[in-house]
C-alpha cells in the first residue's frame, strides 16, 4: 500500500517541533498544509516552466548537441540534491524567504 503522506521535512521547515508531542494538533495541521501549498505551488511553477520552455530547449539541442543539455541538467540536479542534504543536517536553511512568503 502507498503512503501518500508529506515528506517530514517538508512539515518540519513550517514547524520545527516535527508535530510530535500532538500530531493530531492545529500546530501540526497548520503545517502540514502549508507544507502541501508550498509542493502543489512548486510542481505548477516546475511544470509551466518545462511547458513554456520545452520547445525552446529542443530546437537548441537539436543545433548544439543533446549532450551539453544532459550534463547540464544532471549538474543542476547535483546542486539541488546537495542543497536538500544539507537542510536535512542543518546546515543551512533552503528558503528564509519562503517561510515569510507562505506562512
Known sequence: MANFELPQVAINFFDNSACG???KGEACRRAQSQASLAISVS????????????????VLSDA??????????????????????????????????GRRILG
Open 21 to 23: 508531542a500532538d500530531p
Open 43 to 58: 510542481s505548477g511553477v516546475a511544470s509551466l516552466v518545462c511547458l513554456l520552455c520545452g520547445p525552446s530547449f529542443g
Open 64 to 97: 548544439w548537441g543533446r549532450r551539453f543539455y544532459t550534463v547540464g541538467s544532471v549538474a543542476i540536479a547535483l546542486v539541488a540534491m546537495l542543497a536538500l542534504l544539507a537542510h536535512v543536517f542543518g546546515l543551512v536553511s533552503l528558503c528564509p524567504l
